[in-house]
């Protein structure tokens, strides 16, 4: 069974999937290697102030132009 059948299976009405698979379907030995690893990622690049002012300026960035191009999508269908 693949796992998104799994997901499909046994999943509430309120789990979407990344909740359903850090919750229900991982053990906790695969939770805490997740925890581990995004936690040595943070003390890898939270020192790096031109860093995260660089990713946060491209997260707006992206996120203005998802807005228009949703904007302008929607406008031509109606």
């Not at 890898?44 to 996120?63: D, E, M, Q, R, T």
């Amino acid at each position: 069974m693949t796992l998104y059948q799994q997901y499909l299976k046994t999943k509430s009405c309120n789990d979407d999937f990344l909740k359903w698979l850090l919750i229900k379907r991982l053990n906790l030995k695969q939770q805490l290697l997740i925890i581990f690893i995004l936690w040595m990622m943070w003390i890898g690049f939270a020192p790096y102030l031109n860093f995260w002012l660089s990713f946060f300026k491209g997260a707006v960035l992206i996120s203005i132009f998802s807005a228009i191009i949703s904007f302008i999508t929607k406008r031509l269908n109606n």
